[in-house]
């Protein structure tokens, strides 16, 4: 809640006239709580998680040939109702373990900083933020989901995630509970290290998750804007960590590459890249329909094997 009645004393505390935005902001938020201002994550999440998957989830069930060779893994197909069993299972952990979270978690909200009042942030100063969430969330998450590929990790809790091994939208939040109360703590750490504007945190809650959709969509767009961010993953990038499965070593990021590289564990995926272009297949207009059905045809322990043989091997994979 603002602590100004009006726009003009909110003016003179700030010893300017309000910008547009900021002039929206307090028309809206002047007379609500901080509580239910942050409690709008919940019905962000809920429309995220529900909305943005429909077009992957259509684009699927109309099997239109121009877009179908833009998947990874053409060979499996999910019927409507595989796919809406998936988001049954999605929204029943929404309800009784991630929106139940976010009305629990406001103190640690409040704790760390998360304002709400005026001024607004300026775009860089969102931008930079968020770049800080992101880079964060990355690093912590790739830490978190390697332990969890470890045996008891995987059997006890992550072994959820992975029961689709091509994924849809709808999968992306798909996991045990453990996994959603642990990934929430890299969620976390990055608007505690650099604490924002309530605005800004409700954009990293949504293109976290909008990023999470895209990267477990099954479909490699070569139009998609992402492409341009320098050292993201991205669905392809993904893809192939469910596909290998329980047994994967690659590809543990969440968001970018970096860490993989650094730290040695995107051998397989460099490896698969590598086994294609011997067999001189070129992603262009004309065979990557052919591409995607030969990735598709290798046995995905036939992968594992290769790959693992390959990073347990001379440590050189060309």
């Known amino acids: 809640m603002l602590p100004y009645s009006t726009l003009d004393e909110a003016s003179a505390a700030l010893g300017r ?33 529900s909305v943005v998957p429909l077009p992957l989830f259509f684009t699927s069930l109309w099997r239109s040939a121009g877009l179908d060779k833009y998947k990874i893994q053409p060979k499996v197909k999910l019927s409507p109702s595989e796919e809406f069993k998936c988001y049954k299972d999605v929204m029943f952990m929404f309800f009784f373990v991630v929106g139940p979270l976010q009305l629990v978690s406001y103190p640690s909200i409040k704790m760390i900083g998360i304002r709400t009042g005026l001024p607004l942030p300026s775009g860089w100063e969102i931008f930079l933020q968020l770049l800080v969430y992101f880079m964060v969330e ?121 860490c993989d590289f650094i730290y040695g564990t995107d051998k397989g995926y460099r490896f698969q890249k590598k086994l294609l272009r011997k067999v001189n297949v070129k992603q262009n207009e004309h065979s990557y329909a052919f591409y995607l059905d030969f990735v598709s045809l290798i046995p995905a322990n036939i992968m594992f094997l290769l790959c693992n043989s390959v990073e347990r091997g001379s440590g050189k994979w060309w």
């Open 138 to 258: 990355d690093y912590t998450n790739y830490w978190i989901h390697r332990f969890l590929h470890g045996k008891w990790g995987y059997e006890k809790i992550h072994k959820v995630h992975h029961e689709y091994t091509a994924p849809i939208g709808f999968a992306a939040p798909y996991a045990h509970w453990a996994e959603i109360l642990i990934l929430g703590i890299p969620s976390f750490l990055g608007p505690a290290m650099v604490p924002g504007h309530m605005i800004t945190f409700w954009l990293w809650i949504a293109l976290r998750q909008i990023e999470a959709i895209e990267t477990h969509s099954g479909y490699n767009f070569p139009w998609t804007p992402t492409k341009y961010i320098p050292f993201y993953g991205g669905a392809d990038y993904h893809d192939y960590h469910h596909y290998v499965g329980g047994q994967s070593q690659s590809n543990f990021a969440s968001v970018f590459t970096y």
């Open 17 to 49: 006239n309000l910008t547009v935005a900021e002039t929206l902001w307090f028309n809206y938020s002047a007379k609500k709580s901080d509580y239910y201002l942050f409690c709008h994550n919940i019905l962000f999440l809920f429309l995220i998680f």
